[in-house]
């Protein structure tokens, strides 16, 4: 594996963007020198082009690679925290079930909504933010082609979605998860001048899937959970056609957390906690934040 390198920022560059950027410099290169010898015809063409989308695709596809630029995908460990997270609503039925899951526990967890959903039902965002949950943003609509668009359009989604949750809660979003969680350097670019935070997952159930079963959504889980982790479920489905598996495998999932001894906190204050936070590679490949305690002047 490539070592990661510092950018001008000081942060460190995934080896999947370096990956990428030497693959993209390298394809250019043969593209110029075979230009040169007049060797450059319909299927050299086409053998570049799809060489080098494999290569793009693939960050795409797995946000956790950082292809593009910076994602969280976990939090610090050590202290016995994880993030349960909740795609694709508010809808007044699921969304309020995993509400009253939650209400009675010590857990906390993260809805990032959708902009449209949230102006159609506002009721709702306010329960979930006087729940004392976290409120993210998912894009304005569930757009699966988000990764396409330009920054200037990712960006206006991400605004309107905020904007819905600050009318309806008072509450400016940090968060910004992209539909399907597909991340391009556009959608890198959108959410930079959004001002959001873009957060993957480091462990997901799958539970968006009609026909999924609970059991089968907490036997992923559980396998891998880790203190942390990111955790990515949905407490809606994307048109609010069925019911998402998670939302009767929370309680089990609940008691997953209670037997490891491990909590549910929002993204703010799993990520929030510390004075400072720095970014590392984790041995499972997933980014995540460690704290970096300012020491007080003397």
Request: zero cysteines; proline letters at 6%; aromatic letters at 6%.
């Amino acid at each position: 594996m490539l070592p990661a390198m510092p950018n001008r920022s000081g942060r460190m560059l995934s080896p999947a963007r370096l990956v990428f950027v030497a693959s993209s410099t390298g394809l250019g290169a043969l593209a110029l020198h075979t230009a040169a010898r007049g060797e450059l015809g319909v299927a050299e063409i086409a053998a570049l082009s799809v060489s080098w989308y494999a290569v793009a695709t693939t960050g795409v596809l797995f946000p956790r690679l950082e292809m593009y630029g910076p994602i969280i995908s976990a939090g610090p460990s050590g202290s016995m925290r994880v993030a349960l997270t909740f795609d694709d609503g508010p809808n007044p039925l699921t969304t309020r079930r995993v509400l009253e899951a939650l209400g009675p526990t010590r857990h906390r967890a993260t809805f990032f909504v959708l902009g449209m959903k949230a102006r159609r039902h506002p009721d709702v965002l306010r329960e979930i933010h006087a729940g004392g949950h976290t409120l993210g943003v998912h894009g304005d609509r569930h757009d699966r082609l988000h990764s396409f668009r330009m920054p200037w359009t990712v960006r206006e989604e991400i605004l309107s979605a905020a904007r819905a949750v600050e009318v309806a809660t008072g509450v400016r979003p940090r968060f910004f998860r992209p539909p399907l969680g597909h991340t391009s350097v556009t959608t890198v670019r959108g959410a930079r001048r959004a001002g959001v935070t873009l957060v993957s997952w480091s462990s997901r159930g799958y539970d968006g899937m009609r026909g999924r079963s609970p059991e089968a959504v907490v036997e992923r889980v559980e396998r891998t959970l880790t203190d942390g982790a990111i955790v990515m479920l949905h407490d809606a489905a994307e048109h609010d056609d069925f019911e998402p598996a998670a939302v009767r495998a929370l309680p089990l999932l609940l008691a997953v957390l209670d037997r490891r001894g491990l909590t549910s906190v929002g993204l703010d204050a799993l990520l929030g906690a510390a004075d400072h936070t720095a970014v590392r590679e984790g041995s499972d490949g997933s980014r995540r934040i460690f704290s970096r305690r300012r020491s007080s002047a003397k």
